[in-house]
């Protein structure tokens, strides 16, 4: 377990016609591997038996932001968590989540946002508040996490499989049409789904100036962080990385099955 990290204080400073010179800001940067976001809701226990889990198999410098619903974000206030895990950021404000439903992918966003801000990472990890690692992440593997660099454009996607007919409606979707860009692989998941600093920051940007496409996938009534930030990375950075598998069970029982260059199954809160 390695959850140290490095905090780097910068100084602004402005010499005036004088000689004299004033310090005009003071910005303090923390430098860490990777960075874990985590949307929750319920079970406190088996929260605390991921953040357990995540330090017994990233032998990396690590922080986790949590962002909670009202419930857990009380619940994980008012117990020791915070006060006992230096590593571990409550992202300020809950935010109530819905099931299949854009508002999952704010809180993914929100975390990204806080990162960039607070934190000098090289990678952004996005988990489910149900997954645990089947593999160790070191120094030595996780440069080699699985790269993604495929995608398709509207005229070369089978617009017919998995939730294109859906994601197609989205404000992002006919972005991504009328600029002729690609979208992300069909089948992808936001389980695992792994962005460097430099493609987070763009993603952050993006979003920023394209209000009317950040607002309607926030408020599109369906899963779209299955495919929004996957194919944003693809078009500004020209890949993304994958850690972890899907299943719409328990993976806990295939865990020998599983590919050996990824690392988090998802299993069942209990």
Not at 39 to 50: A, M, P, W
Not at 71 to 100: G, V
Not at 191 to 219: C, H, P, Q, R
Request: glycine fraction near 4%.
């Amino acid at each position: 377990m390695v959850v140290a990290a490095t905090t780097v204080t910068g100084v602004t400073s402005v010499t005036g016609v004088t000689g004299v010179t004033s310090v005009t800001s003071v910005t303090s940067v923390t430098t860490v591997t990777i960075v874990f976001s985590i949307n929750v809701h319920e079970n406190l226990s088996f929260l605390r038996k991921q953040i357990e889990d995540i330090e017994a198999n990233v032998l990396l410098d690590f922080v986790i932001i949590i962002n909670a619903n009202e419930l857990m974000y009380n619940e994980i206030r008012d117990s020791d968590l915070l006060s006992t895990k230096a590593n571990i950021e409550l992202y300020p404000e809950y935010i109530n989540k819905i099931h299949n439903h854009g508002s999952l992918s704010k809180g993914i966003y929100l975390n990204m946002e806080y990162a960039i801000k607070n934190y000098q990472f090289e990678y952004f990890v996005v988990l489910s508040s149900r997954n645990l690692f089947y593999n160790k992440l070191h120094k030595d593997n996780y440069h080699n996490m699985l790269k993604i660099c495929e995608g398709a454009t509207y005229d070369q996607l089978n617009k017919k499989e998995w939730h294109w007919p859906i994601f197609l409606q989205t404000t992002l979707g006919n972005y991504i049409i009328n600029n002729n860009m690609r979208f992300c692989r069909s089948f992808e998941y936001h389980e695992g789904a792994t962005f460097d600093y430099e493609t987070s920051s763009k993603i952050v940007d993006f979003l920023e100036k394209n209000e009317d496409i950040k607002s309607n996938l926030f408020e599109f009534n369906w899963g779209i962080e299955e495919f929004a930030f996957q194919t944003i990375s693809l078009n500004l950075s020209g890949h993304y990385y994958q850690i972890g598998n899907w299943t719409n069970g328990d993976d806990f029982v295939n865990i020998h099955d599983l590919p050996s260059d990824r690392f988090v199954y998802k299993t069942f809160r209990r």
